[in-house]
């Protein structure tokens, strides 16, 4: 009677990571300059069209279905229009995120406006505008809107010490536009708060008014909630902040292919394909940051 010989089957290797969109950072600079700004790339120059041809090519490569244009500001970028056109001809749709409120800025994103999916405008509250030396109000941001008709709007609304009268006001200036909302407290670090004349606590209970606030004119999401108490959680326990996981990812203006804009991690995207692969494989070292969840959460605030 012959003997049948198993074989144990080799450990299939774990399911490789899916990255749906990614964050590409135009220019390293931004003439804004807003001071609560918690970009994670500062420098001069512009994004190069060929780092970013080579940039759309690997992200098609990945899986990535879509890309996001930030900055510093798109706007100011002196070849945008061929940034959105190479997106297309790599089949990916084009959103933007803008602070847009020179009229030759707007301008320039309304004839682009067919071709976006879509288009973000930051605007900040009354105390955010103060503490940050803005002047991105909301009726300037909701003008811009109106100027570049994109498939999708949002009012990205950057909130500080709002008061009953202003949440309602905003609430009031948002429907009357037909534009999605999304709201995000003001992100300050440690030195960030201290110049605000804040500690921690401080800090985290201005946050809950604000919310108060908010919660009596915008349906705040389950998600948004959890997205407030894992900010909160972070602040007070710095120790034990997650590793990354955000299905997105971030391409700085000098072509550095990370999974958070404030990675210690990356690779650059004319690195060799097999070491693209590698770091996209590799676990994330890099832990969660308020400044960063605030970037690539996905928000249902309406």
């Known amino acids: 009677m012959s003997a049948v010989v198993a074989h144990s089957e080799a450990p299939s290797a774990p399911p490789r990571r899916r990255y749906?969109?990614?964050?590409?950072?135009?220019?390293?600079?931004?003439?804004?300059?807003?001071?609560?700004?918690f970009r994670a790339d500062r420098a001069h120059g512009f994004l190069h069209v060929s780092t970013y041809t080579r940039t759309l090519s690997?992200?098609?490569?990945?899986?990535?279905?879509?890309?996001?244009?930030?900055?510093?500001?798109?706007?100011?970028?002196?070849?945008?229009?061929?940034?959105?056109?190479?997106?297309?001809?790599?089949?990916?749709?084009?959103?933007?995120?803008?602070s847009a409120r020179d009229p030759e800025d707007v301008d320039r994103l309304a004839g682009l406006?067919?071709?976006l999916a879509n288009v973000t405008v930051s605007a900040d509250s009354a105390g955010a505008m103060?503490?940050?030396?803005?002047?991105?109000?909301?009726a300037s941001a909701i003008a811009t809107l109106k100027q570049v008709p994109a498939q999708q709007q949002v009012l990205h609304l950057?909130?500080?010490?709002?008061?009953?009268?202003?949440?309602?006001?905003?609430?009031?200036?948002?429907?009357?536009?037909g534009v999605e909302i999304q709201l995000?407290?003001?992100?300050?670090?440690?030195?960030?708060?201290?110049r605000a004349g804040h500690t921690v606590h401080s800090y985290l209970d201005q946050q809950s008014v604000d919310t108060t606030h908010?919660?009596?004119?915008?349906?705040?999401?389950?998600?948004?909630?959890?997205?407030?108490?894992?900010?909160?959680?972070?602040?007070?326990?710095?120790?034990?902040?997650?590793?990354?996981?955000?299905?997105?990812?971030?391409?700085?203006?000098?072509?550095?292919?990370?999974?958070?804009?404030?990675?210690?991690?990356?690779?650059?995207?004319q690195?060799?394909?097999?070491?693209?692969?590698?770091?996209?494989?590799?676990?994330?070292?890099?832990?969660t940051t308020p400044e960063c969840a605030a970037v690539c959460r996905a928000d249902e605030t309406r």
């Open 20 to 37: 749906r969109t990614a964050l590409v950072s135009t220019a390293g600079h931004c003439r804004i300059a807003c001071g609560f700004c």
């Open 58 to 98: 690997r992200l098609k490569e990945i899986g990535v279905e879509g890309i996001c244009l930030t900055g510093g500001e798109p706007a100011h970028h002196p070849e945008l229009r061929q940034l959105v056109r190479l997106a297309h001809q790599f089949g990916l749709p084009v959103s933007v995120v803008t």
């Open 184 to 194: 995000s407290p003001v992100a300050l670090d440690d030195a960030g708060r201290r």
């Open 158 to 177: 950057t909130y500080w010490k709002l008061s009953d009268q202003e949440s309602q006001d905003i609430y009031r200036r948002a429907a009357a536009a």
């Open 214 to 269: 908010l919660g009596r004119y915008f349906r705040l999401t389950p998600r948004f909630l959890e997205y407030l108490m894992g900010l909160r959680t972070m602040h007070l326990h710095p120790e034990d902040r997650p590793l990354c996981s955000s299905a997105s990812l971030y391409v700085s203006a000098g072509g550095d292919l990370r999974r958070c804009p404030y990675g210690s991690t990356g690779v650059n995207v």
């Open 130 to 138: 103060e503490l940050g030396l803005t002047t991105r109000s909301v």
């Open 271 to 287: 690195a060799p394909r097999a070491e693209i692969t590698q770091f996209l494989d590799s676990d994330p070292q890099d832990r």
């Open 113 to 115: 406006a067919h071709l």
